[in-house]
């Protein structure tokens, strides 16, 4: 019994990611239709769509929304892209009904209710958690190895939506 043994030890963390601004809708955009691709999209005017880029290896990531007036409804069409081409194509993942609360961020008022069964055709890769008590809702969902995600507001009953996002 004169030999060592090697012991490997490991520390799992768990990271914390700040919430970033994506950007801001201002403006109603028609939903896609026949012509989701790269090119089309990045040609809609910047006020009418977000494009979020998450880092490589990101596995999800957390939406939340700002903006409007207590009650205000406002629809959005959530989109993914999987490569960096001006070749590929968005996807239609989500449509999901905004409305806002009462809490602020001192300047804004955060959406407290998102409903998305209306449509969701991503998997069972979408969690909304949505009080509707005036606390803060967001969207979790797994990237699914996608690079890209385009919100874009169908009905915008506020003067402007914020769009905020971190990775999970």
């Known amino acids: 019994m004169g ?7 490991a520390k799992l963390v768990v990271l914390q990611y700040d919430w970033k601004t994506a950007g801001t809708l201002t403006t109603e955009q028609t ?4 012509d989701k691709s790269k090119t089309t999209v990045n040609n809609l005017t910047s006020t009418g769509r977000v494009i979020i880029t998450p880092n490589n290896n990101t ?7 700002r903006g409007g ?8 069409n959530l989109y993914a892209m999987r490569a960096e081409t001006t070749a590929d194509h968005y996807t239609l993942i989500t449509t999901a009904t905004l409305t806002t609360g009462t809490q602020t961020d001192g300047t804004n008022l955060f959406i407290d209710t ?9 998997g069972d890769d979408i969690v ?3 009080d509707g008590a005036n606390g803060i809702a967001h969207i979790e969902l797994n990237t699914h190895g996608y690079s890209h995600f385009m919100i874009c507001a169908t009905t915008l009953n506020s003067t ?3 769009i905020d996002w971190a990775r999970v």
């Open 59 to 65: 596995v999800a990531i957390d939406l939340r929304f």
């Open 114 to 122: 998102i409903d998305n069964s209306a449509f969701e055709k991503w």
């Open 160 to 162: 402007s939506l914020l």
């Open 69 to 76: 007036s207590d009650g205000d409804s406002n629809v959005i």
């Open 31 to 34: 939903a896609l239709t026949t």
């Open 128 to 130: 909304v958690m949505s």
């Open 3 to 9: 030999g060592w043994s090697k012991v490997s030890l």
